[in-house]
C-alpha cells in the first residue's frame, strides 16, 4: 500500500492536491482511500446530542454509524494519533492512501510538503516537524515558484502536472 502524506499550513492547498492525486489514481484504476488529519482540538466528527455522542458518553469503546450508503467510525482516543490508528480502519485491498495534514515520521511515507509561497516553505517545514523524506512541493506556491527549488514543483490545477505528481509517486512507492 502507498501512503502520501500531504504537509502544509493552512489554505495552502492540501484539500485541492488530494482531491486531484484521488481522481487521478481512480483514474488509473487503484483503489484509493483518504485520511484526513483534524488538527483543531475542538473539531470532531460527533456532536453533542446525537446519538452517537450518547452512546460513547455511555461508554462504548467504539460507535459506527450506518445510513444510506454511507458508514463511519468513532472510536475516542487519548493523545495524539497516528497513521498505524488509521491504517487500522484502511481495507486490506486498498493501493493508495492520501493523508491529508498527517504529521507522521513512519518510513515508507512518501511526502509532499505544500505551502501558499515559496517564502513560506521553511516556517511550513518547521511547523510540521518536516526534516527529510520529501518527494516534492505543491499547493498555491506552485504559481509562484519562480526559481528552482530542492524539490520538484507541482501545480496540482494542471492536469498534466497531476498526472507527473502521480507518475512520480508510483516510481517512488515501494512494490505493489
Known amino acids: 500500500m502507498i501512503v502520501v502524506s500531504l504537509l502544509g499550513l493552512k489554505k ?5 492536491t488530494a482531491e486531484a492525486l484521488i481522481r487521478e489514481f481512480k483514474r488509473r484504476g487503484f483503489k484509493v482511500g483518504g ?3 483534524m488538527h483543531h482540538a475542538a473539531m470532531t466528527i460527533d456532536a453533542e446530542g446525537k446519538d452517537t455522542f450518547r452512546q460513547m458518553e455511555a461508554g ?5 454509524s450506518l445510513s444510506k450508503g ?6 475516542k482516543k487519548k493523545g495524539r494519533l497516528s497513521l498505524a490508528d488509521a491504517l487500522r480502519h484502511v481495507p486490506c485491498d486498498s493501493d493508495i492512501i492520501i493523508c491529508e495534514g498527517l504529521e507522521d515520521d513512519a518510513p515508507g511515507i512518501l511526502r509532499v510538503v505544500l505551502a501558499k509561497s515559496p517564502e513560506l516553505l521553511p516556517e511550513t517545514f518547521k511547523i510540521r516537524g518536516v526534516e527529510g523524506g520529501v518527494l516534492a512541493l505543491s499547493g498555491v506556491m506552485a504559481n509562484k515558484a519562480k526559481r528552482r527549488l530542492e ?3 507541482f501545480n496540482c490545477t494542471v492536469p498534466r502536472q497531476v498526472r507527473a505528481l ?4 508510483l516510481s517512488k512507492a515501494p512494490d505493489m
Open 35 to 37: 485520511v484526513k488529519c
Open 12 to 16: 495552502c492547498g492540501k484539500t485541492t
Open 166 to 169: 502521480a507518475d512520480l509517486i
Open 70 to 75: 454511507e458508514i463511519a467510525y468513532i472510536e
Open 151 to 153: 524539490y520538484p514543483v
Open 60 to 64: 462504548a469503546d467504539f460507535v459506527i
